[in-house]
Each structure stands twice: as C-alpha cells, then as structure tokens.
C-alpha cells in the first residue's frame, strides 16, 4: 500500500476523529480559565517560569538550528495569550521528557476538560504523526484561526494560541 493509501486507510477506520477532536478542543479550550483559577491567579509567576525555559532551554536548540540572521530572543515570543501560557506549562515546561520527547506526553494532571480531550485524541494524532513520519500536527479552528496542537509540540506555534 502506498505512502496517500496508508494515511486514508488510518483515518478512514473512524472519519469523524478530526471533526469530533476539533469541537471538543475548541469547546475545551475555551473553558480552560474558568476551570483552573488558581494557575490564572499566578500568571506572572508563570510568565517568568516560562521565560526561564525559553532561555535556559529552547531558544538555545531554536537559535543554533535557524537561519536568520537575528537570534530569537524571549520577547519575541512573550506575546502569548495566558491560555498559550497555560498549554505551555503544562504541555512543555512541565513535560519531564527531552524537547525532542514532548509529543509522547498525552495526559498532564489537570482540573480542565482539555486535559480530557487531549487524553482521548493524543495517542491517535500521535500515532499517525509517527506511521507518516511527520515534524507536526496541527488542527486550525476554521471559526477562530486558532491553533491546536498535539503532537510533536514546538514551542513557536504555541504563541499563536
């Protein structure tokens, strides 16, 4: 079987994972701040804590791999919505496994009904990004341009959540 057979015959088995995986992530998403109002009572503290990471961590990997003349530096990245903020920590920062692992984490203990929702899709977007050899998986909410991600999660793209 080929290369385009192999990725229809892997979505076929149930054609509504994306469509339902999207509704679910948007709904979720979008419910994040109400559900854990004590990690959106210590943003600051998690800004800072990120900042760490960026600079500590990533923009180091991110620098010596790119081709601009520029570095990357934390503000150009520090525009994040608080929600990125949250997705970051829990999905990134807090992820034990090495930048190149992040994507094998599918459930980070948390109040919210993401966390739910990325527990039930994780393992088959992670699954076809592995079978297919993919760097990402991106899923675009059509009605807002929002980004949800769930695979091989780089932190870049994070900031456009």
């Known amino acids: ?9 892997s979505f076929s088995k149930n054609p509504y994972t994306v469509i339902n995986s999207m509704n679910e992530f948007s709904k979720a998403f979008n419910e994040i ?13 998690y800004r800072t804590k990120l900042e760490q990471y960026y600079n500590n961590d990533f923009l180091p ?17 520090e525009s994040i919505s608080d929600v990125g903020l949250y997705l ?3 999905y990134i920062v807090e992820n034990p496994n090495d930048i190149e692992g992040k994507h094998h984490l599918s459930y980070k203990e948390s109040p ?6 990325h527990q039930k899709y994780h393992h088959l977007f992670d699954d076809y990004l592995i ?3 993919y760097h990402d998986i991106f899923l675009v909410d059509a009605k ?9 999660i780089k932190n870049w793209i994070m900031q456009l959540l």
Do not use: W
């Not at 109002?37 to 943003?43: G, I, L, T, Y």
């Not at 919210?112 to 929702?117: G, L």
């Open 88 to 90: 970051q920590m829990k």
């Open 1 to 9: 079987m080929g290369f385009i057979e192999n990725q229809i015959v």
């Open 112 to 117: 919210t009904e993401y966390t739910k929702v």
């Open 61 to 77: 990997i991110l620098n010596k791999n790119t081709y601009e003349e520029k570095l990357f530096e934390f503000h150009d990245f």
């Open 33 to 45: 701040k109400s559900q854990d109002e004590a990690f959106f009572d210590s943003v600051p503290y």
């Open 144 to 152: 807002t341009g929002k980004y949800f991600l769930l695979c091989f």
């Open 131 to 133: 079978r297919f050899g």
